[in-house]
C-alpha cells in the first residue's frame, strides 16, 4: 500500500506538470528521467507511467520512450484529469467545456427520470434537495456540496440511461474542485437550493418539461457564478492543495 501511494503521488505530480504545459504534448521521457526527477526507483516510475498510460495521457515504447500525448488524446472524462485541468491556468477552458458537457446531458437526464424514473430514485432526488436545504441553513458548505453531488449522481442514474449515469463522477469532480479551488460562494445560495427542489419535485410528479427546466436554471446560475467569481479574481489566488 505504500508503494501504491508513493506512485500515485508521482502520477499526480506529473499530471499537474502536463495540465499546466510545463512538460508538453509531444516531448518524450526517459523512465530515467521520471526516477531522477520525482526521487523514486525505477518499480514506482514504471508503475505510475503504466497509470499514465490507461488514462492515455502518455504512450510508452522500447527504445522511444515516455512520449507526451495531445491533450485530445486524453481520457478527458477522468476525474483526476479534470482536477488537474481544474488547477491549471487552462481552468477557464475546462469549466467551460463542463458546463456545456452538462448542458448538453442533464435536462434531457432530468425530463427522462420523470418520465419513468422509479420511485425509490424520487424519493432520493427530494432526500437530497431535504439535505442541500439543511446544509444551506447551517452554512456547511462540505456538506451542501456532498449533498449537491448525490443529487446530480442521483438524477443522471434516475434517467435510466447507463451513459449518462457514468457522467456522474465528472459532476461530482468538478462541484468537489469548485469547493476546493474557491470557485463557489462564501455560502450556499437558497435559489439554487429552491431549484433543485423543483427538479425533484418535477420528477417526482412526472413533469419531464418542468424538470428540464428546472436543470436548466440551476446549470446557467452555476456558469454565472463560476464567471462572476473567475472575473473577481477569486481564483487567481488559489492554488490545488498539494
Known sequence: ??????????VDRIGRSLAADEIRAGEVLRLEDVQERYGVSRTVAREAVRVLESKRVVTSRPR???TVRPLAEWNLYDPQIIRWRLASPRREAQLRE????????????AALAASGAAPGARSALTGH??????AARTGDRAAFVAADAAFHRALLTASGNGMFAQLAEVTEELLVSRRELALMPTAPDPAA????????????????ADAAQAVIRILDAARDEVER???DGAAGACAYPA
Open 64 to 66: 522511444v520512450g515516455i
Open 1 to 10: 500500500m505504500e508503494l501504491q501511494g508513493l506512485h500515485g503521488q508521482v
Open 129 to 134: 434537495a431535504r439535505a442541500m436545504a439543511d
Open 98 to 109: 463542463l458546463a456545456e458537457l452538462r448542458a448538453a446531458v442533464e435536462p434531457s437526464a
Open 193 to 208: 437550493v429552491r431549484c433543485h427542489q423543483e427538479v425533484a419535485d418535477a420528477v417526482a410528479e412526472g413533469r419531464p
Open 229 to 231: 467569481l473567475l472575473e
